[in-house]
């Protein structure tokens, strides 16, 4: 993606400038090169461009509504960077991808659906440079929420709706956008789909695999946004990036799928390769675990995250993730076997039975995790714990309520230790037996806990303080 590490952002004269004019392209030859260059989705499911182009254009056919052309700039996964930064440093090339497939299915608008305000502002000034000539350009703002860029949520949303799944098999080629038949694909698709457009199907397949051509972006370790050639070795990856596989790897994001370490070594970035560990890329984001790190901890911290985003509006959703959190939370913190036992039966309870696939992507991240890391669960699980705090290794969003800490007041703290027992995920003893410091975080789920253990301390030395 030139232009992508050259400066902060190319405006329209500075991408002309990088990137040439954007040849014109009949329908159906814009589809036979989607075809010939095997172009996917890259936001999450890898669907053909091809075959959705063909279905728009087969719907829109007898049909009087017009069609539409949407963009998924969402990225509601905070795993996930990559069409953040091709949505600030090259928006032009984005748009002409979209404005490309927009003259192919012959849609009038294009609808750009955002949830970050520099994404947005950074789109309405290209939209702007490139003045009113031509289709119409929409930027729409909506929640910033991980269901918001499911396809029928956001066409939800850009119809002035909740921006929440539908809840039926509903297909935007057939009914999109106000009803109209509507191509509906990622940001980094249409960018691939706009330099291919210049360079034409050979030169494209030059870089990558000749099964799989091209490059992919990825974001790695929730911070880094690389491009790759398809067929780059993982390891390879990580390596420039300075970081090994660590404890594991998550390819695909928090729907995703644990590699080992030793099948990160040897995992190539291509379907076919993934595909032999189970895993995809998904949305591009690949988060090694490092060593340092509590992976039972990690996972249980994602997965209340993700119970918190539900849709709520199945029961799978609304009550089974908040239920398989509390679950996992519990054989963290020494549930015993009963808990890891009743962790399979949540995930039984939510699995191909929600309005959306976030229920099912959540429980397949979950079951990947104890496949993984078995050790590790079962560690916590039986109350020894794997001695490794929670660094923060899988990003999330930053929590802005008022942090509450746990504080110990040292002229009456006596070294009891009932503390810790209540708290092991918190209170840490020295060798003397006092805790070894004199605040610490408290989770909110954990709040509870804290207050029993101010209740439960003899010497009255605890107290909760924002």
Known sequence: MAGLDQAPRLDRV??????????????????????????????????????????VMAAAEGRDTGTAVVVNASEGEPSCLKDKAL??????????????AAAAVGAEDVVIGVTRPDVEQSLRAAVAERGPAG?????????????????????????????LPSGQKIRTSERGLGGMPTLFSNTETYAQLAVAARLGALDYRSVGL???????MLTIAGS??????????????????????????????????????????????????????????????????PHDTCPAGEVAKVTRWMADETAGQCGPCFRGLPALADVLDDAVRGGGRTALETIEARMKVVRRRGACSHPD???????????????????????SGCGRRVVGALPLPK????????????????????????????????????PNQASMPVPAQLRQKALRAVRRCPALALRIQD
């Open 224 to 289: 880094t946004v690389v491009e790759a050639p398809l067929g780059t070795p993982l390891a390879y990856v990580l390596e420039l990036c300075g970081l090994d596989p660590g404890q594991g790897v998550l390819v695909g994001g928090y729907h995703g799928k644990w590699l080992d370490p030793g099948s990160a070594r040897i995992a190539d970035l291509s379907r076919g390769s993934l595909a032999a560990f189970d895993a995809v890329l998904g949305a591009g984001a690949v988060l090694p675990l």
């Open 87 to 100: 949505l600030l440093h090259v928006p032009h090339l984005v748009l002409d991808g979209a404005l490309l």
């Open 135 to 163: 289709r119409q350009v929409r930027v729409q703002a909506l929640p910033e929420r991980f269901v918001t860029g499911e396809s029928t949520s956001m066409v939800n949303g850009l119809n002035g709706g909740p921006t």
């Open 210 to 216: 000749a099964s799989e051509p091209g490059t992919v």
């Open 399 to 434: 929590d802005e309520t008022p942090e509450e800490r746990l504080v110990v007041d040292w002229t009456l703290c006596r070294g009891h230790g009932l503390c810790v027992d209540i708290l092991p995920d918190v209170v840490r003893l020295d060798a003397d037996g006092y």
């Open 361 to 383: 992507g959540t429980a397949a991240f979950v079951a990947s995790a104890l496949a993984a890391f078995p050790d590790e669960f079962r560690d916590h699980a039986l109350g």
């Open 14 to 55: 500075a991408h002309l400038t990088t990137h040439g004019q954007m040849p014109r392209y009949r329908p159906d030859e814009l589809v036979e090169l989607a075809e010939n260059i095997d172009l996917r989705g890259r936001g999450g499911a890898g669907f053909p461009f091809a075959r959705k182009l063909r279905a």
